[in-house]
């Protein structure tokens, strides 16, 4: 359950923060929840939509190194199961191994998303990935640090009110806004990491020729 920290963004004040967007009055927590208007059910999905969209890409605050993966006892590595059986997916975005072709895929066999050798074409882990692994997760909104909920809220907002209205001078936030939180954001990066040549994901991205946005 979310704790209400009065220091941070709140998924709420995001929410409202979209809705301005459009000239929207506020909303609440309880209209959130129940899910009772259409405008806000949209701003909840597109705040959804770009959190996982920016975490996705990798970041020091949502990325582990080191990580240790073990195979169960049918020689997989379950990232998530089958939602049905109430076990439900992890918050694992990516995993990646030095020197490995690895990737997540869904086995429609079981239903179930496992880490994927593509060199051996298999599923199956006869040992574990002791200590190789990079993992990237996505975190809840009120989770994440205040420059990625800024930069995550000024996005959203801007999508909300292209998808709504699709008129530029109703625009809350410019581009210039949004590359401004941008920046803050990487500014965040640079100063809580201590990135190495080879485990850092923004030099990952670069080698796989991405970027880090």
């Not at 009055?25 to 129940?34: C, D, G, Q, S, Y």
């Not at 625009?171 to 640079?190: C, H, I, K, P, T």
Request: net charge negative.
């Amino acid at each position: 359950m979310a704790v209400n920290n009065p220091f941070t963004t709140t998924q709420l004040e995001a929410v409202n923060t979209i809705l301005s967007g459009i000239g929207e009055l506020p909303t609440t927590a309880a209209v959130i929840t129940a899910g009772s208007s259409a405008d806000v059910v949209m701003a909840v999905q597109i705040l959804d939509e770009v959190n996982r969209e920016v975490q996705a890409k990798g970041w020091h605050f949502n990325t582990d190194y080191d990580v240790t993966f073990t195979p169960d006892g049918s020689d997989w590595i379950i990232i998530s199961e089958d939602e049905g059986t109430g076990s439900g997916p992890t918050n694992i975005l990516r995993v990646t191994v030095e020197g490995r072709d690895l990737t997540i895929r869904r086995d429609p066999a079981d239903d179930t998303s496992k880490l994927y050798d593509k060199e051996e074409n298999s599923y199956v882990f006869t040992a574990p990935l002791s200590k190789s692994a990079t993992v990237v997760y996505v975190f809840e909104f009120y989770g994440i640090p205040e420059s990625a909920k800024r930069y995550i809220t000024i996005r959203a907002t801007r999508l909300f009110q292209d998808r709504m209205v699709g008129s530029a001078a109703l625009n809350r936030f410019s581009e210039r806004d949004e590359y401004q939180a941008l920046l803050d954001l990487r500014e965040y990066e640079g100063s809580t990491s201590t990135p190495n040549i080879f485990d850092d994901p923004g030099t990952f991205n670069i080698v796989k020729r991405g970027g880090i946005l």
